[in-house]
């Protein structure tokens, strides 16, 4: 029932390790958003990619790193991550905000423990 | 910078019955749009209905409907014959407008509500 997803759904990495997250979305949005959400707590918004290009970045530290290949993928890769940085990082997409089709759609997130 | 309160971090209501969640916001913005997210437990995050700032009606979505305050800053959401289905966190969110009469990306979120439905 989910229009943008996401992989993997979760994910277990040492703190010297690389890994990528991915999501990927099938509805022509051109604005992709990557958020972190710890336990109980609101989203928290990470970074923005309009039109493929890199809009907001909310002071994210450098060992979060976006990526956008082209307007259906989001990746996120990680690198010499802390054991805080363990959440959920949800991916979402909207059409055009200059348009005014501004709603966010969610994927199911992916769950990242980091040991 | 606008903010979002929720000032109910619980509630619990029967199945079939009404309940209300609060949610004021501040804001200097006068273009402005204002959503209800669910999160279920383990599952994603779905939207529930959205308010543009301009529109004085109301939003409503089958059972679900807001009482949109502008001037007071407020906006409850409805739920109208709770089902269990409905169990979930309940996010308020805000995205101001831009120069163009549009919307810009950034949502703010609440803290959330959690809302159990009783059998």
């Known amino acids: 029932d989910t229009e943008v997803t996401q992989t993997p759904k979760h994910l277990v990495m040492g703190m010297t390790n690389k890994k990528s997250l991915k999501c990927e979305q099938h509805m022509g949005h051109r604005a992709m958003y990557w958020y972190k959400q710890k336990a109980k707590k609101p989203p928290e918004l990470m970074f923005v990619y309009s039109y493929e290009k890199l809009s907001i970045n909310e002071s994210v530290p450098s060992r979060f790193s976006p990526e956008c290949p082209n307007s259906s993928l989001l990746n996120l890769h990680l690198h010499a991550l802390q054991p805080e940085d363990s959440a959920l990082y949800l991916c979402a997409s909207s059409q055009d905000v200059q348009r005014n089709s501004y709603e966010q759609y969610f994927g199911p997130g992916t769950r990242l423990t980091v040991t | ?119």
């Open chain 2, 1 to 119: 910078a606008q903010t979002v309160t929720q000032s109910q971090p619980e509630m619990s209501v029967q199945e079939a019955e009404t309940v209300t969640l609060s949610c004021t916001y501040d804001t200097s913005e006068n273009n402005y749009y204002l959503f209800w997210y669910k999160q279920p437990p383990s599952r994603q995050m779905i939207l529930v209905i959205r308010q543009e700032a301009y529109k004085q009606q109301n939003a409503t979505e089958n059972r679900f409907s807001v009482n949109f305050q502008k001037a007071a800053k407020s906006f409850s959401l409805k739920i109208s014959d709770s089902q269990l289905g409905d169990t979930a966190m309940y996010f308020c969110a805000f995205m101001a407008g831009n120069y163009r009469g549009g919307a810009t990306n950034k949502l703010i979120f609440g803290t959330g509500t959690l809302l159990a439905v009783q059998p």
